[in-house]
């Protein structure tokens, strides 16, 4: 299993130019969540999909659009670029482990907006 | 509202000294807390969780509801410890992170 992929690992994009961050994961859970982190910030959650067909948002959603294709993948676009949306991006999935919840994470995206 | 506060950013101990990571969060249900580490250059992974009761490589964290507070504890540092090490509340659907905190655990 690969577990939690993301693409493209590094980016560097113009002011207003526009992007989509894509995840995937072959674990079959139903779970999958976008954060940003930041130095000082932690990790907050951009979005989330709690199954197949629906998203919400998280804390930090303006400027970000998501889309959950299918069970597998769970995109994220940013449809004008802004410098305050410079940040490392993460994808991560959720499963149930008996009583409790286990988050897998993606490697990271690394995001310069100039 | 959910929080997650981990009053340290940085946090510098000798090997072999013991070592707490501070966690307190805010919550009214009932919650499930966890400990993620991000080793430099690695994706976060979990460490533990306070359902599980386990200790993982010497780390343990016990949940005192009475405190609101699940902090980090680790009798003897090893220099391996160095990381990033991030607190996390799940509410039943989403994880809350706090700020995290970098330990250097210095030879």
């Known amino acids: 299993n690969a577990g939690v992929t993301q693409t493209p690992k590094f980016q560097v994009l113009k002011t207003g130019q526009s992007m989509t961050l894509q995840c995937a994961q072959d674990m079959n859970h139903n779970s999958m969540y976008w954060y940003r982190q930041d130095p000082g910030m932690g990790l907050r959650l951009i979005y989330y999909s709690a199954s197949e067909g629906t998203t919400d948002k998280g804390e930090v959603p303006n400027g970000y659009n998501v889309s959950r294709l299918n069970k597998r993948e769970f995109s994220l676009r940013l449809e004008s670029a802004a410098p305050s949306q410079t940040s490392v991006y993460f994808c991560?999935?959720?499963?149930?482990?008996?009583?409790?919840?286990?988050?897998?994470f993606g490697p990271g995206t690394r995001l310069t907006v100039t | 509202a959910q929080r997650v506060t981990q009053p340290e950013k940085l946090l510098s101990v000798f090997k072999g000294a013991p070592v707490e990571l501070k966690c307190n969060y805010s919550y009214s249900g009932s919650p499930e807390l966890f400990w993620y580490v991000q080793y430099s250059r690695q994706r976060l992974q979990l460490l533990l969780r306070?359902?599980s009761r386990e200790s993982i490589k010497g780390f343990t964290a016990d949940l005192n509801k009475g405190e609101t507070s699940f902090h980090l504890k680790k009798p003897f540092a090893q220099e391996e410890d160095s990381a990033m090490y991030y607190c996390a509340l799940y509410t039943g659907n989403q994880f809350y992170f706090g700020t995290g905190t970098s330990l250097t655990v210095i030879p």
């Open positions: 306070h359902i």
């Open positions: 991560a999935s959720t499963r149930r482990q008996g009583k409790t919840y286990e988050q897998y």
